[in-house]
């Protein structure tokens, strides 16, 4: 059973920065065909896809939040972390990772975490 | 960068009735479009991949359909549980990997 779970804080302060964990099981982070994404979801918006990381290391970023954004991976302990610099309140939504598929669609998603930005 | 645009916004329905729902590529994505269902306070449900191919466990009354620019996700007799909001989202060309705005169906 393929399972992943976000954790990280539930409040962070204007321009300071939210670190991210994604713990996987039910599937390596060594497998050729799989990725892990973070996507984001404002209250009451739609999803926004923020960054990847796949199996080789390859990484991909937003365009718009490439500058802020940081994905990495321990394989040892099945984790994808996220960093993202210099929070806004803007920034407040449920953060999800999700297991990507052959760098396609998102087959699987944690059950997403809440980050609210505010002083 | 592509835009996906989903319209209807909001569908008012009624459980067991049929329903399309439409999504719209600014430029062609071949078949690169998945098809995702949220539910209140859930995480997204993969439901269609390579636009009309169901995820696992999915049942037969979702179907996908389109190519190019032009999308369908079609519920053919709308259960309790198939109220939510659906997103269809493209990987042709990433990054980014884009969402439509949704559509949330509601009852009537």
């Known amino acids: 059973q393929v399972t992943l779970k976000e954790s990280g804080p539930v409040l962070v302060k204007p321009t300071e920065t939210l670190t991210l964990t994604c713990t996987v099981s039910?599937?390596?982070?060594?497998?050729?065909?799989?990725?892990v994404s973070w996507i984001r979801q404002p209250p009451g918006k739609a999803l926004e896809w923020l960054a990847l990381?796949?199996?080789?290391?390859?990484?991909s970023y937003s365009p718009s939040l490439k500058s802020r954004l940081t994905i990495s991976k321990d394989t040892s302990k099945s984790q994808v972390v996220l960093t993202m610099t210099n929070m806004d309140p803007v920034d407040t939504a449920t953060y999800y990772c999700a297991r990507v598929v052959d760098l396609r669609w998102f087959d699987s998603w944690g059950q997403g975490t809440l980050v609210t930005v505010s002083s | 960068e592509i835009v996906m645009t989903q319209s209807p916004a909001t569908l008012s329905v009624s459980p067991g009735e049929r329903v399309a729902l439409s999504c719209r590529a600014s430029q062609s994505i071949r078949s690169d479009l998945a098809w995702y269902q949220q539910k209140p306070g859930q995480a997204p449900r993969l439901l269609i991949y390579?636009?009309?191919t169901r995820a696992t466990g999915i049942p037969a009354r979702f179907s996908g359909s389109g190519s190019g620019t032009e999308f369908t996700l079609t519920i053919s007799s709308l259960q309790s549980e198939d109220f939510a909001v659906y997103y269809c989202q493209q990987y042709n060309n990433w990054p980014p990997y884009i969402f439509g705005q949704g559509t949330k169906l509601e009852i009537k």
């Open positions: 039910g599937f390596s982070l060594n497998n050729p065909r799989m990725g």
């Open positions: 390579a636009a009309s």
């Open positions: 990381i796949f199996s080789t290391d390859e990484k």
